[in-house]
């Protein structure tokens, strides 16, 4: 599967009829079919790349309708999501109406990277997620070392290293010798 990585924050605009135009880097990334939905959270719109909306999909589908509560969250997130929308030859893409009401989108809005897609929220929410953010920064970074330590330690080893006069040869190369 492709490796999508959105990130930042760009100022963005809906006009009236709730289309929004995305920069062009992040539609070439978000590619010509792709998922206009709710968050995880159900606190924002989500713009999914069409194999990332499938995966979270198939995993849904494995709900059983036995658990309720699990069902209904599967059900609403699925019901605010809107599969195989494109770009217009403008670039723009049109927003659900019932979904920017449901999550109470309104004012100035961002499109806000967010590793494989890229949420769109008001402006004030994101400085509010923000602000809380920093100020729990110290307890939210020992959760994010504790989910991702080992990984973590080898990239960071990883980085840290100086390349291996090895590491650019052809591995042909070194598998002509003899042995004594």
Known sequence: MH???FSGHYECSIDVKHRTTLPKNLRESLGDDFCIGVSMELNCVTLYPGPIWQAI???????????????QYAGTFRGFSFIGQNFDAQGRV???????????????????????RIDI???DEVLRISNAT??????????????SGEAMR??????????????????????GGTID
């Open 3 to 5: 490796r999508y990585e």
């Open 57 to 71: 999909a198939d995993s849904m589908r494995a709900i059983p309708a036995t658990n309720i509560s699990a069902y």
């Open 94 to 116: 049109v927003l659900p109406e019932l979904l920017i009401e449901y999550v109470g989108l309104s004012g100035p809005a961002m499109y806000v990277g967010n590793g494989d």
């Open 121 to 123: 929220r008001g402006r």
């Open 134 to 147: 920093r100020a729990d920064a110290p307890s939210m970074l020992e959760q994010v070392e504790e989910i």
């Open 154 to 175: 080898i990239a960071l080893e990883l980085a840290d290293r100086p390349p291996d006069v090895n590491d650019n040869q052809d591995p042909d190369e070194n598998s």
